[in-house]
């Protein structure tokens, strides 16, 4: 069998093409995200229609069962920076979402079976430590 890797991110871009890699290679178990385009159906209507918007949340060819994307942990960040702008306030969001992300990655990981966990960032120590307690390899 196969070595499983679980990566998250809470947030886009560098990692999809990590996961994509692994994904091609046949490593990739899931890849937890927090904005993410995983229905190759809307990923193909993207394309057809050139909707940019949504060009630069997914990688053409992942997505489905292997991508689980969690848009509720950037809707008031993407909201409050259109707002705002870079301010202090927004930037603030951006490290509740992480700590939140990281929270709920966490327990997810405490009730799966997989070899490594790849957490990408600083938004990633409950999860390193919950992976580590089921025996993975941590990065």
Known sequence: MNTSIIISHS?????????????????????????????????????RFNINLLSRRY???????????????EVRE???RKLKGNTKEVNDLVF????RFDADIAQRLSRQQFDIY?????SCFRSLQSAKTTGAKTV
């Open 59 to 73: 990688l053409k060819g992942l997505g489905g069962r292997h991508v689980d994307a969690n848009w509720r942990y």
């Open 96 to 99: 509740r979402r992480d700590v």
């Open 11 to 47: 947030g886009k871009q560098h990692s999809y093409q990590v996961a994509k890699t692994l994904f091609e290679l046949g490593y990739l178990k899931r890849f937890y995200t927090s904005s993410y385009l995983s229905s190759i159906f809307l990923q193909d209507l993207s394309e």
């Open 118 to 122: 790849w957490g990408f960032q600083g």
């Open 78 to 80: 993407l909201l409050m």
